[in-house]
Antibody
Framework: QVQLQESGPGLVKPSETLSLTCAVSGYSVSGGYYWGWIRQAPGKGLEWIGSISHNGNIYYNPSLKSRLTMSVDTSKNQFSLKLSSVTAADTAIYYC??????????????WGQGTLVTVSS | EIVLTESPGTLFLSPGERATLSCRASQSVSSSYFAWYQQKPGQAPRLLIYGASSRATGIPDRFSGSGSGTDFTLTIDRLEPEDFAVYYCQQYGSSPVTFGQGTKVQSK
């Protein structure tokens, strides 16, 4: 059973960097597939942030690309997200997820439970 | 960027009825790289349909997807109480991956 679990600070100050990690169990991140981040502002819809493959192929949402860094740590079986220069507009539930196939970055068949990140001073 | 517009915004139905949800894309979605998700309050989205018409693992056959190009449909036959939720469409054929704004299926 594939399981994903997000972790990171629940509160980040404006202009600082948001850092989240997604720990994967039940499957090796180096075994293929894309690993993605999706966020959902309170009461709003879903926004794809970006996806990364085990061998370093990375796809970012152009709207966030200048502030984004994603990486994979195969030794810890996890992948990470860093979003710099955050503002209140980055307040959201952040989900990590696994892509269904090795060919395209989506759709997402396994999801973490999500973690709420609030940007506030 | 491909914009996805879902309709209606809210669907009021009773258990046992059929739900028909629509999603229109601003451009043609390549290779039917199209999916539907269900989301209940406080939960992560759940993949229902991918490739426009393939059911994900464990999804009951009362859920079906159809469509191609710019027009896609999710049909839920014989609504069960657990089907009342928000449904999102998604295209993953062009970057960036985009989602629709959601359709809420609410009990009448």
């Amino acid at each position: 059973q594939v399981q994903l679990q997000e972790s990171g600070p629940g509160l980040v100050k404006p202009s600082e960097t948001l850092s989240l990690t997604c720990a994967v169990s039940g499957y090796s991140v180096s075994g293929g597939y894309y690993w993605g981040w999706i966020r959902q502002a309170p009461g709003k819809g879903l926004e794809w942030i970006g996806s990364i493959s085990h061998n370093g192929n990375i796809y970012y949402n152009p709207s966030l690309k200048s502030r984004l860094t994603m990486s994979v740590d195969t030794s810890k079986n996890q992948f990470s997200l860093k979003l710099s220069s955050v503002t209140a507009a980055d307040t959201a539930i952040y989900y990590c997820a696994r892509g269904l196939t090795i060919i395209v970055v989506a759709p997402f068949d396994y999801w973490g439970q999500g973690t709420l990140v609030t940007v506030s001073s | 960027e491909i914009v996805l517009t879902e309709s209606p915004g809210t669907l009021f139905l009773s258990p046992g009825e059929r739900a028909t949800l629509s999603c229109r894309a601003s451009q043609s979605v390549s290779s039917s790289y199209f999916a539907w998700y269900q989301q209940k309050p406080g939960q992560a989205p759940r993949l229902l349909i991918y490739g426009a018409s393939s059911r994900a693992t464990g999804i009951p056959d009362r859920f079906s997807g159809s469509g191609s190009g710019t027009d896609f449909t999710l049909t839920i036959d014989r609504l069960e109480p657990e089907d009342f939720a928000v449904y999102y469409c998604q295209q993953y054929g062009s970057s960036p991956v985009t989602f629709g704004q959601g359709t809420k299926v609410q009990s009448k």
